[in-house]
């Protein structure tokens, strides 16, 4: 019987939405019979702060922004006729760009051409681009793409050995808004050693992305890279998949970028719908709020079941929790919002953590992610009737049966197949839930002042490594504790971080100190050799 009225509950409360190749089931939420009349005056709030938002209006308000990405897929609806022609030039650019280097006109210094692409960037400027190449990648991709998306030395070295003697054959695309970020300049200058070390020059394999007259910026027309890209202020890192941060690796790589922006300009198209019911991305916003009871009560999980979209949950977990993760409100009251997001592709989480999904503390909700077509050509019969496919889509029904007799909620969202138009509605339809669920819960989506103090320490915490290491200097073959230090430059306070910042600088060679080792270790000393 209950099967039964579980199907009533699927067509009564399906999406289907055959413009984008999306359904959208939100049977398995259980939210009561009056729950959308309840919703509908917040609903349509939260129209109105989209059509507001996509005007023109500010909603940076710490940087006086503007916060244009749905722009990027449909230049006509910017503001003014400038940043339309921007926009149009900039995608032109990028698609001549990409046919000149494949077809061997844009040549590396050693006349070679470009068969890889190391691209540079960290957040937004790295999440989208390894995403959607993850996502669309095949084995006749013109360029192979490489990424440095943090500032680990090892994380550069791994990357270096994987791109081993192509590296004269390597472009590098540098990605930074304000051309200072920290990890990115890193990654920059490590690029650059390691091109030099090969007696190749940086700037003949460089390309930026970058606000225009940034450092950055500056830099590569100084320096004659090859090709510089613009980053508007009004598109941030985590919606600047569709600009040219996510746009031109994509085309270097030889995704269809068109088919990108098409499916995300009529997934916008569709969710500027004012009927809820039949608006995907107003049922997510919806659904969140209510799994969470709006106050983030419930972490949501991603469960894609597709190989192509593992990095999607990771995607997604910047894009939300940057965007709603905020200590106060709209009218300034602290509210310390936010949803957890995680997870992993499936059916690999069958046997990680779905026994705690289903069994264990009931406190987030699933979304699984349906891809129908399984692979282009035939399968083979494992047993002369089922294919591999068969059995990945038994085990998402299964999982979400198993869900459903715990009275764990779920969402499910079904795609026909993996292509750059369906990726492109899929980017749409989450950056636009965000933006209708940071309205029912009245708080800011597109600022970040947790990530802007977040840097301001760690900017902190280097300046106060310059003056331990400055003062071990000067007392050059004495050996201190971490304690005495701190208090010799006059920090007492800090000295929890002397001692952090001691043992790292031991522990590697860039640095001659020298760790006299103690137990407990806090009172081990250290010294300039």
């Not at 030889?254 to 922006?261: H, R, T, V």
């Not at 992610?369 to 050509?377: N, Q, S």
């Not at 708080?443 to 900017?459: F, I, L, M, S, T």
Request: aromatic share 8%.
């Amino acid at each position: 019987m209950k099967s039964i009225e579980e199907w009533e509950r699927y067509k009564k409360y399906l999406s289907f939405n055959p413009e984008i190749g999306l359904m959208v089931d939100i049977s398995r939420m259980k939210f009561p019979e009056n729950y959308f009349d309840q919703m509908e005056p917040k609903m349509q709030r939260a129209y109105q702060d989209m059509i507001t938002l996509e005007s023109g209006a500010i909603a940076n308000p710490d940087e006086k922004r503007m916060v244009g990405h749905y722009w990027l897929r449909a230049p006509d609806l910017a503001p003014d006729q400038k940043i339309s022609s921007e926009i149009q030039k900039t995608f032109q650019g990028i698609k001549d760009f990409s046919k000149r280097v494949h077809a061997g006109k844009i040549k590396s210094q050693k006349g070679k051409p470009f068969s890889r692409m190391l691209i540079i960037g960290i957040g937004g400027s790295a999440l989208g681009p390894q995403f959607v190449s993850g996502a669309m990648e095949t084995p006749k991709d013109p360029l192979k793409p490489y990424f440095f998306d943090n500032t680990d030395p090892d994380g550069f070295d791994r990357v270096l050995k994987e791109i081993k003697g192509a590296l004269s054959e390597t472009l590098s695309i540098i990605i930074s808004k304000s051309g200072g970020t920290i990890e990115t300049r890193n990654g920059m200058f490590e690029a650059k050693e390691a091109y030099r070390s090969k007696e190749l020059r940086f700037e003949q394999h460089a390309v930026a992305i970058t606000r225009a007259n940034s450092d950055l910026d500056r830099m590569a027309k100084k320096e004659g890279w090859i090709a510089r890209f613009p980053m508007w202020d009004w598109v941030g890192g985590r919606t600047s998949e569709t600009s040219a941060v996510g746009l031109l690796p994509a085309a270097l790589q030889g995704i269809d970028i068109d088919g990108l922006l098409e499916g995300a300009r009529l997934c916008d198209e569709l969710t500027r719908k004012k009927d809820s019911r039949s608006n995907p991305s107003a049922l997510l916003a919806l659904m969140w709020y209510h799994a969470t009871g709006g106050h983030g009560k419930k972490d949501m999980v991603i469960l894609p079941y597709k190989d192509r979209l593992q990095l999607f949950p990771k995607y997604l977990q910047q894009l939300i929790m940057e965007s709603l993760g905020k200590e106060r409100d709209l009218r300034g009251q602290k509210v310390n919002q936010g949803i957890s997001v995680y997870g992993n592709k499936g059916s690999t989480d069958q046997h990680a953590y779905v026994q705690q999904l289903r069994e264990g503390v009931n406190n987030c909700f699933i979304t699984f992610i349906e891809v129908l077509k399984d692979r282009y050509g035939r399968s083979l019969l494992l047993d002369g009737k089922t294919s591999s496919g068969d059995y990945l889509n038994a085990f998402i029904q299964g999982t979400r049966r198993a869900l459903s007799e715990k009275d764990r909620e779920s969402i499910t969202l079904t795609i026909e197949k993996i292509d750059a138009r369906s990726i492109g509605a899929l980017i749409a339809l989450y950056e636009r839930a965000v933006g209708f669920y940071a309205s029912l819960i009245n708080v800011n989506a597109y600022h970040q002042p947790g990530v802007e103090a977040g840097k301001k320490a760690a900017g902190r915490v280097i300046q106060l490594q310059t003056e331990v290491l400055a003062f071990l200097k000067k007392k050059k073959g004495e050996p201190f504790t971490s304690e005495e230090i701190a208090s010799a430059i006059g920090a007492p306070e800090e000295v929890e971080r002397v001692f952090k910042l001691l043992e790292h600088a031991a522990a590697n060679v860039d640095h001659p100190i020298k760790k006299l080792p103690a137990k407990p270790p806090y009172l081990s000393r250290y010294q300039h050799q």
